[in-house]
């Protein structure tokens, strides 16, 4: 494949901004890539894996010159490096991010970029538990949905991050921001505090059973609650920067568990079992939709490109 952007930036250097790193570098999608991550630890974890050309100690720093910008920091975070990146962006260039809630993204880093320069919100739903510079892997993205909210920006500016993310094999979509806030609380964040929540009923109720609930947990336990190993910064700037729509979601999920409560109670066999069967086709749905395909475990020497390539 041709190069797409000649420089890209990354703006925190995690699972996500790596992968696409890896990605980048695998299909040749972008001519250098220069990282800044806030640890100093992270900066060198980069440069030692090679996922980065260069990395620098500052936010401002890493744009300049950048024809691709990538904001992978937290959700409550971005106003603050749009902030900081602003007066040094070149004109023409495109800011992108990666964070799952678009609503408050948008409104917190729009308001810092300078005429001339593209803001494109974005949001790969792709990932895995791990975090970190050594948890990303050049296949993240591959047919997975990479949703874009552009929000009126330049066609041919979204056309060309459109196709950076069809080069790493990610299938795209565009959405306002508010349907993509309402459609990732169903689908990502509500779920995301309910695992959280099994983990701490199941601590609790360990201290009571003397570890029998960790010992021996059933690959349903380990299956559903796999995604409370998520970083817990990102997770809390998403619930408070996705507010509205993840209580909502979370209201109809109560209402949900009550009725089935109540089912359960009275002995109601029929309503369980279709409600059971009526969730196991959409179930299946997903999986025929190839949305159900479990990121690879990769051991850490997978994972790591060589130096400079």
Request: charged content about 20%; hydrophobic content about 45%.
């Amino acid at each position: 494949m041709a190069v797409i952007y000649d420089r890209v930036a990354l703006i925190g250097l995690g699972l996500i901004a790596s992968s696409m790193a890896h990605a980048m570098k695998a299909k040749g999608l972008a001519g250098e890539i220069v990282g800044y991550a806030r640890s100093a630890e992270t900066r060198a974890a980069a440069l030692e894996i090679g996922f980065c050309d260069r990395v620098t100690e500052t936010a401002a720093d890493a744009v300049r010159g950048a024809d691709l910008v990538v904001l992978a920091v937290p959700v409550g975070a971005m106003g603050a490096i749009a902030e900081e990146i602003g007066p040094h962006l070149a004109p023409g260039a495109t800011v992108t991010d990666v964070g799952s809630v678009k609503q408050a993204v948008i409104a917190a880093v729009a308001p810092h970029m300078p005429q001339g320069v593209h803001f494109i919100a974005g949001h790969p739903i792709a990932g895995t538990e791990h975090s970190g510079p050594h948890s990303g892997f050049a296949t993240l993205f591959e047919n997975r949905w990479w949703l874009l909210t552009p929000e009126g920006a330049d066609g041919a500016a979204v056309a060309r991050l459109r196709a950076l993310c069809e080069g790493m094999g990610a299938k795209v979509d565009e959405m306002d921001a508010a349907h993509h806030d309402l459609v990732l609380a169903v689908t990502s964040h509500t779920p995301h505090l309910i695992a959280y929540t099994m983990v701490g009923v199941a601590d609790d109720l360990r201290r009571v059973t003397d570890s029998e609930v960790i010992n021996y947990s059933a690959a349903g336990f380990r299956d559903f609650t796999r995604i409370a190993a998520s970083d817990p910064t990102m997770w809390r700037d998403v619930f408070l920067t996705n507010k509205e729509a993840t209580l909502d979601i979370l209201g109809r999920f109560t209402e949900e568990l009550f009725a089935l409560q109540r089912a359960i109670r009275l002995g109601d066999g029929d309503h369980l079992h279709a409600y059971f069967t009526r969730t196991r086709a959409i179930r299946r749905g997903i999986i025929e939709a190839g949305q159900d395909t479990a990121a690879p475990d990769f051991g850490r020497a997978a994972q790591v490109a060589p130096k400079g390539g």
